[in-house]
DNA sequence: TCTTTTACGAAATATGTTTTCAATTTGTGT
DNA sequence: ACACAAATTGAAAACATATTTCGTAAAAGA
């Protein structure tokens, strides 16, 4: 959901980045510059946190509803190959789509109550799997580290809880 | 793949644990013992690693052509239920099922090239996974964690990569 | 502008999994 | 052993997510 209170809008700044980073990659593949993929990268980086297709393409329809969902796909696997974007699946069997993360390689865990997903990193942990690959003599390229439980914050919890639910029914 | 060899083959005694550990369950939930569900389950039992639905419904179709894996998915649902398997999922698209984890919260190193799975647990891991939590203001309820990458030993890894491919050519 | 290449949208297809449904099998009471 | 209710089966259809196809449209370069 595009916030539209700007109480938690992505600073235009950072937008305007990520698209001048991802006009260079188009570029950079010779590939072309096109109205829908402006739109939906546009939408996509004004959003922030875990973005399945499905919620993508809510919003990319807002603002032009010929848009596909095809070229939302298509759109996601280049922002995933350029690298602006990661993709995760957290096991409810949808695709996620990250492109604000803080930190390089970072971990999450996953609220199973509210569904809320945060990040977190930890220089000591990178150095802990390092240690676990070197004694089974393995060569890390990537890792995945996922907590799943509960928010502590029981409040704050049932809060999001209740947000998300109003959210489930078109509550906008 | 059921060892014919009997070099890695898994120990009857272990087998004959799970399928009793099985009926247990089949009964306590007032279930019906079926000719198909003991099949499938002994069959999966007499396989290792991390075993994917294709994978059990061939070895399945050996003992009992008939089967059919409808049948395989509702039964390996069953065991999940049962506790007496995990279902796991590396990003390849399919579900895996795992039998014989010898410890009950482990981890997996999956190597890209030659994709085997290995399993490893670290109670220093453990200890700090529960930290990073407690800093979160977080309750783990479980944990994933995930190393993708290489084998070292190239050799082996080679090795394991050829007899994969061959295995899916049928060589068996 | 003309041409070539790439991208689009809608629909078809692929893939992995679940569900439906009629027929069969199991457990239980007699 | 027999009948009955409930559960299970296999084949096929449905399902959900993701990808590909194909005719049309749009973009970049000559």
Redesign the pocket.
């Known amino acids: 959901m595009i916030d539209a209170s700007g109480k938690n809008a992505v600073d235009p700044k950072v937008i305007k980045e990520k698209e001048v980073a991802f006009a260079q990659f188009?570029q950079d593949r010779?590939?072309?510059?096109?109205?829908?993929?402006n739109t939906i990268i546009s939408v996509f980086f004004a959003m922030r946190g875990h973005i399945?297709?499905?919620e993508l393409l809510v919003e990319v329809k807002r603002a032009?509803p010929?848009?596909?969902?095809?070229?939302v796909?298509?759109?996601l696997?280049l922002l995933v190959e350029s690298e602006l974007v990661q993709e995760r699946r957290f096991g409810d069997?949808?695709?996620r789509y990250e492109g604000h993360s803080g930190v390089e390689h970072h971990n999450h865990m996953i609220c199973l109550e509210c569904g809320n997903i945060s990040e977190f990193s930890n220089p000591s942990l990178v150095k802990f799997q390092g240690q676990l690959a070197e004694e089974n003599n393995f060569k890390i390229y990537r890792h995945r580290l996922e907590l799943y439980g509960a928010c502590k914050d029981e409040k704050a919890c049932q809060l999001r809880k209740k947000k998300k639910a109003a959210h489930a029914h078109g509550g906008g």
């Open positions: 188009i010779g590939l072309k510059t096109t109205k829908q993929r399945s297709v499905e032009n010929k848009i596909g969902y095809a070229t796909y298509r759109t696997h069997g949808l695709a």
